[in-house]
């Protein structure tokens, strides 16, 4: 009797070591539970190496004044967003004014003596057909019909001279007003001041900065990378980058520059980040952030979402959805693909894994699941 007894303990706690051991054998019968979950997929697998970058402004540096003079008024100030065409400084105007004024004079002026030339031309040009008309008369003097004719040629001249005058005038009053509209300084596209160079009451010679500007809407992606990963990196390339806060985006690259450093062996490479704005980030020139550089080509690979995959002790396991149960497969995972792993063994592409609500599930559960997920890359 003790000798059975002995033997039904044993095998209670083999049986229970078992259960233990591997939970997934055990078939379940319960409550149907609503699970979420994404369909294993084949995808392309690039190994990556990460490589620190900046973001650097396509737009930035300091609005010159493109005429000289007082500042009467400074319209911002640092940290102010602006749009392309709004008004930054307003330089005094007075002196301006004034030679606008004396040029408009002097184009009167001009025009005055062109409608003078313009009558004596024609006094001397009726002059001379009145003398033409004479020429079987007796009275006709040929001396005096040779004077004409030079007169009505220096007239022409005159005529010739004072247009050239007027226009010269008009350039003049048309740089003058040119100066008035100068005298407003925009913002030449979008962005956020980072500087003020000037203030008011202060004179400003022609060229020199009064503003600087920061388009933070307008980013690419700088990094300095080895020679040796240059070969993968041709442009339109797309590649995977990582902000601090740990949120990934795609890129794409846009120029290798050909400047290699001497002392680290890198050449600087340009990327277009697809980064949508109305995510609310806030970004800055030189904010760091990773690029994900890819080693060698793709390769087809069965992957998994990592929500799916369930440690058990040194072996990992998924749950997947047959039959409106949920049945679990004992995994051999390889590389990690962002949000996704590497599947070499255990699944197949259309297995429907279980993301949301695995933790607590048993083995031949009845579940109910809301749909798949796209893969998130």
């Known amino acids: ?66 005429v000289g003079g007082p500042i009467a008024e400074v319209l911002v100030e640092v940290g102010d967003r602006v749009a392309k065409g709004d008004m930054l400084v307003r330089l005094s105007t007075d002196i301006s004014v004034g030679n606008r004024n004396l040029r408009e004079a002097e184009l009167r002026e001009k025009q005055a003596a062109l409608e003078t030339a313009r009558a004596q031309a024609r006094l001397a040009s009726l002059e001379l057909r009145r003398l033409e008309n004479l020429k079987k008369s007796a009275a006709f003097s040929q001396a005096r019909y040779e004077d004409k004719v030079a007169e009505v040629a220096r007239y022409s001249s005159e005529v010739a001279e004072a247009d050239a005058a007027v226009n010269r005038a008009a350039a003049n009053l048309a740089l003058a007003e040119l100066d008035l509209v100068r005298a407003e300084i925009h913002a030449p596209y979008n962005g956020v001041v980072v500087a003020l160079h000037a203030t008011e009451g202060a004179h400003v010679n022609t060229g020199a900065p009064v503003v600087s500007l920061v388009n933070d809407e307008s980013l690419e992606i700088e990094a300095d990378v080895s020679a040796a990963r240059l070969a993968g990196l041709a442009p339109g390339r797309e590649l995977e980058i990582r902000l601090d806060d740990g ?79 949920a049945e679990p497969r004992q995994v051999r995972l390889g590389e990690a693909a962002g949000v996704r792993m590497e599947v070499l063994s255990g699944l197949a592409p259309g297995d429907l894994a279980v993301v949301r609500g695995n933790e607590r599930l048993l083995p031949g559960q009845p579940v109910t699941y809301t749909g798949t997920r796209a893969p998130a890359r």
């Open 1 to 66: 009797m003790r000798l059975a007894g002995n033997r039904a303990v044993f095998l209670a706690a083999l049986i229970l070591v078992a259960v233990l051991a591997a939970p997934w054998v055990v078939r379940a019968q319960g409550k149907t539970v609503r699970v979420e979950v994404d369909t294993v997929v084949v995808e392309p697998l690039t190994q990556t190496v990460p490589a620190l970058g900046r973001f650097v402004a396509r737009q930035s540096g300091p609005v010159a004044a493109l």
């Open 247 to 325: 949120r990934r985006f795609t890129a794409t690259v846009r120029a290798v520059i050909p400047t290699e450093s001497a002392l680290t062996r890198t050449r600087p490479v340009r990327f277009t980040p697809r980064i949508d704005v109305a995510e609310g980030l806030r970004l800055a020139t030189d904010q760091s952030v990773t690029v994900l550089l890819p080693v060698g080509e793709p390769r087809p690979v069965v992957s998994v979402h990592k929500d799916a995959v369930v440690a058990r002790g040194t072996a990992y396991m998924v749950f997947v959805v047959v039959g409106g149960n």
